[in-house]
């Protein structure tokens, strides 16, 4: 079965969203395989979007993840990657269809509420900054 990584971001924690987003991943079919609240380091922010490195927007990005707790979740399911990315919609909420999460609930490009992978090769290097092998093994 495949999985994606998934962040909820600072604000969708202070802005009392989780469990509507969690709702939503649920409702699809999507099981969780790990949820947690953590505060993100500086360097585990740099690791996660150090392809974004040389982007003028790169400092803002850190600074907006590492703002406040977030939750970070590893979902698994048929398509996984894709079907989050469908269900999250495009990186700007303004040009994000009506119905996904951040057509929703977001106007900022920065503060996009989630971050989810785009492919499995970005899964396997973003879970393994937060969890280790042993808390991904098959759970049921
Ligand atoms: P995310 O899915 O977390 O992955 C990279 C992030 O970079 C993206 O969501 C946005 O938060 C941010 N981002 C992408 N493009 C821009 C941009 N043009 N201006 C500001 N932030 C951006």
Redesign the pocket.
């Known amino acids: 079965m495949d999985r994606t990584f998934v962040i909820l971001k600072p604000s969708t924690v202070s802005r009392g969203l989780v469990g509507e987003i969690v709702s939503r991943f649920e409702r699809k079919g999507l099981k969780l395989v790990q949820l947690r609240v953590k505060k993100i380091s500086r360097e585990e922010a740099e690791k996660l979007?150090s392809v974004?490195r040389d982007k003028p927007?790169f400092k803002?990005?850190v600074e907006t993840i590492t703002s406040g707790p977030v939750v970070l979740m590893v979902l698994e399911g048929r398509e996984a990657v894709q079907v989050v990315r469908k269900m999250i919609g495009a990186?700007d909420p303004v040009k994000a269809e009506a119905g996904t999460i951040r057509g929703d609930y977001g106007l900022d490009?920065?503060d996009?509420l989630v971050?989810?992978s785009d492919s499995s090769e970005s899964f396997e290097k973003e879970c393994f900054i937060f969890f280790t092998q042993q808390e991904l093994e098959k759970t049921h």
């Open positions: 979007y974004h927007f803002g990005l990186t490009i920065t996009n971050h989810a």
